[in-house]
């Protein structure tokens, strides 16, 4: 008797879901972010590559307008968070990829044309775990976190320089 979709516990239904809606999908497009000229990947079958484009920043929301839904694929970085809510918005799935994840299916040298390679290929490896989108809020809130962070390793850095000094001068502190 094969096992039917609803027989899948439910906890596993939202994996398989996002399993299958990444193996319905016509079109895999990787997208290597920089900081003004981005390299675009179109594969329509895994492993082949079927075009290749350098888009520039002004132009890259153009870029995907008018395509058909498919899966963008991208290195979790900066300012991925912010190009994936956009490319959402057209009704794209988009896939944020850890890029220490992405590293060892870099062939050679690291530039712009292996690091789209790459991607769609740690892509088709469902060992590796995307990276959530995360919304403005919580942008907002990790920048604030980050923010505390640097002022309370600053504070223990000045803290410790003085008892420092005090220690080499043999002032009581």
């Given at each position: ?59 890259f ?8 839904a ?104």
């Amino acid at each position: 008797m094969e096992a039917s979709f609803d027989s899948v516990s439910m906890e596993r239904k939202p994996l398989l879901t996002a399993r299958l809606r990444r193996r319905k999908m016509a079109e895999t497009i990787a997208v290597d972010l920089a900081k003004s000229v981005f390299e675009i990947v179109v594969s329509t079958a895994p492993g082949k590559i079927g075009a290749r484009e350098r888009v520039p920043r002004r132009k890259f929301l153009d870029f995907f307008v008018n395509r058909p839904a498919a899966t963008v694929v991208m290195e979790a970085c900066g300012s991925a968070h912010f190009w994936a809510r956009k490319i959402q918005s057209l009704g794209h799935t988009v896939v944020l990829l850890p890029p220490a994840q992405v590293r060892p299916y870099v062939v050679r040298n690291k530039t712009d044309r292996t690091d789209v390679r790459g991607m769609l290929e740690a892509h088709r490896n469902e060992d590796i775990r995307p990276v959530p989108i995360k919304t403005v809020k919580q942008q907002a809130l990790a920048s604030l976190d980050r923010v505390r962070s640097a002022w309370v390793a600053d504070r223990t850095a000045k803290i410790n320089l003085l008892l420092c000094v005090g220690r080499n001068t043999r002032a009581p502190i």
